[in-house]
Every structure is written in structure tokens, then in C-alpha cells.
């Protein structure tokens, strides 16, 4: 799995959201700032986004973006399969993958299984709730008087 630039903004865009959630829309140049994105590129990412049912558009004056649904029913994993792909680190763990002759005796394969399950047991655990809470204790932590 390689998370490329699309991803990487899909994921900063939809934390983004999630950390308004409820709150106010998002218009697509605010966001591009604060995430530091081409706001074109940034567009086509939302576009995308809002095809796969994470993401929501109002037109307008006041219009903009808001997640299509809770925080905690978005993991990292359903957004980096939707823009980018498999998990999986070589293909050659997809079903019916026909590819090569060697597939069922191959020693990396099983190798290549673990790190395929032990990634997806990290992104499929991880909600955008669990990373709004983790940015407002990142919050906290930084605040501090004198």
C-alpha cells in the first residue's frame, strides 16, 4: 500500500470535516488552507470523496462541505481503499488473482499476508472520531500559561 497525495489530502480533508462536524460547512478554499492543498486539486479530491458517500456538497453563499455521516462510522481503511486501492502490498493476495504459476507454494506470500492483515487491523480500527479526539488532546497538551 502506498498512500499517494490524493489520499493523503482525502484523509486531511475528511479530518478536517470531522473536526467541524456539526458545526459549520467547509468551503473547499478554507479547507485548502488549512490542510495546505492546490484548492483545484483539492476539489477533484472532494469530488471523489462525496462519490464514495464520505462527503456532502451544499451550493451557495454560505455552501460548502460537511462529512455524509458520523465521524466514528469512517475508518482511515474505508477511505485509503476508496481513493487508492487494496491494502494488500502485492497483488498477488487478491482472490483469483491468476498472475503467477507459483501463488499457492510461494514462501513470501504468507509474509506478504501478515503485513496485509496487520495493516488492515490498524486502518479498519482507526475512526476519524478516534482522530478528532486525538487532535484535541494534541491541543491540550500544547496549551500552556504563564
Known amino acids: ?57 451544499r451550493r451557495g453563499n454560505i455552501g460548502g462541505y460537511l462529512l455524509s455521516r458520523a465521524p466514528a462510522q469512517i475508518t482511515i ?14 497483488s498477488c493476495l487478491e482472490q483469483h488473482y491468476k498472475g503467477c504459476n507459483d501463488v499457492y507454494k510461494c514462501v513470501f506470500r504468507p509474509i506478504w499476508q ?11 480500527k482507526v475512526t476519524f472520531e478516534d482522530l478528532v479526539n486525538q487532535a484535541h488532546l494534541s491541543k491540550e497538551t500544547l496549551s500552556y500559561q504563564i
Open 1 to 57: 500500500m502506498k498512500v499517494t497525495f490524493k489520499g493523503d489530502y482525502a484523509l486531511k480533508a475528511l479530518l478536517d470535516l470531522a473536526l467541524h462536524y456539526n458545526k459549520e460547512l467547509v468551503t473547499a478554499g478554507d479547507l485548502a488552507q488549512r490542510i495546505n492543498a492546490p484548492v483545484k486539486f483539492l476539489e477533484q479530491v472532494l469530488l471523489d470523496l462525496k462519490k464514495g458517500g464520505f462527503v456532502e456538497s
Open 77 to 90: 481503511g474505508d477511505v485509503i481503499r476508496f481513493i487508492e486501492g487494496p491494502i494488500e502490498p502485492i
Open 114 to 124: 501478515q503485513v496485509a492483515q496487520a495493516t488492515s487491523d490498524i486502518v479498519d
